[in-house]
């Protein structure tokens, strides 16, 4: 039922920017992961995070499981974090091959302003995000793999001014955002992830001032659900 204005929309967004299109309610009886409950600890303020240590953060000065110093081999030997995972304002970590051991974080993901993080296929063995993965201000990452046993994320997937980001093509599993998907500011994304196994955002679609972004196509293959609006603005 969706596709019917889900084709209408692409090709509006091939022709013209175009805002708030709202899908009607679609029959709820499909097989879909389940949401997992969020573990975020984080207190955000307009400030941004740093209230709480997180469960887990890499940044320049190493590596801190609850506060305390880790070492890289403690490091990659971590399976599962219970609450946040953060890495940030890190200048040396050109990958995340140490967080190979992940499977799930039950909290947040962030990867932001990390100067030159080239490549985040480390988190690759993730099956589960409880909370939002939010991926911003990376000025080196000019690709996305990885991130094949990701199959849901419980609250919202956000791709945020990554200035050399071209492509996406991570997220083969992926079936079920709790919340909103947004793409915005990657000024250089040229498409929409293809995301052969999304099926269902509970929330927002919201792709916005990606200017060299051209298609949305395959991002949408398997969509069946939007539940909340599909805002597309300022792509090429
Ligand atoms: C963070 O939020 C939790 C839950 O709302 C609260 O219990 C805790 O005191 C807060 N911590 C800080 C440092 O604000
Ligand atoms: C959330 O936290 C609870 C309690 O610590 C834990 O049992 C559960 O596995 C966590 N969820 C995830 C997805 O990690």
């Known amino acids: 039922m969706a596709s019917a204005w889900l084709l209408l929309a692409f090709s509006l967004a091939a022709a013209q920017s175009f805002d ?16 997992p409950k969020t573990n975020s600890t984080l207190n955000l303020t307009c400030f941004g995070w740093r209230l709480l240590a997180p469960e887990l953060i890499l940044t320049s000065g190493g590596a801190l499981h609850f506060g305390e110093r880790i070492t890289e081999e403690e490091l990659l030997s971590i399976r599962h974090v219970s609450a946040d995972l953060i890495v940030t304002d890190d200048w040396f970590l050109t990958n995340l091959d140490l967080l190979a051991g ?4 039950g909290g947040n993901v962030e990867i932001r302003w990390n100067e030159r993080l080239r490549d985040i296929s480390g988190l690759s063995n993730i099956r589960v995000i409880g909370g939002t993965m939010n991926i911003m201000f990376n000025p080196s990452l000019s690709d996305m793999p990885g991130f094949t046993q990701l199959e849901v994320v419980g609250r919202s997937l956000k791709i945020l001014h990554n200035t ?73």
């Open 164 to 236: 050399a980001l071209v492509s996406i093509t991570g997220f083969p599993a992926l079936a079920r955002i709790g919340r909103d998907f947004t793409l915005i500011g990657n000024e250089k994304l040229l498409s929409a992830p293809r995301m052969p196994s999304l099926r269902a955002v509970d929330g927002s679609i919201e792709v916005v001032y990606n200017r060299a972004l051209h298609s949305l196509d395959d991002m949408v293959v398997a969509l069946e659900r939007v539940e909340g609006n599909f805002i597309i603005k300022d792509a090429s």
């Open 20 to 35: 708030q299109l709202t899908p009607g309610v679609l029959e709820p009886a499909l097989e879909l992961p389940q949401l």
């Open 102 to 105: 992940l499977e799930s974080v």
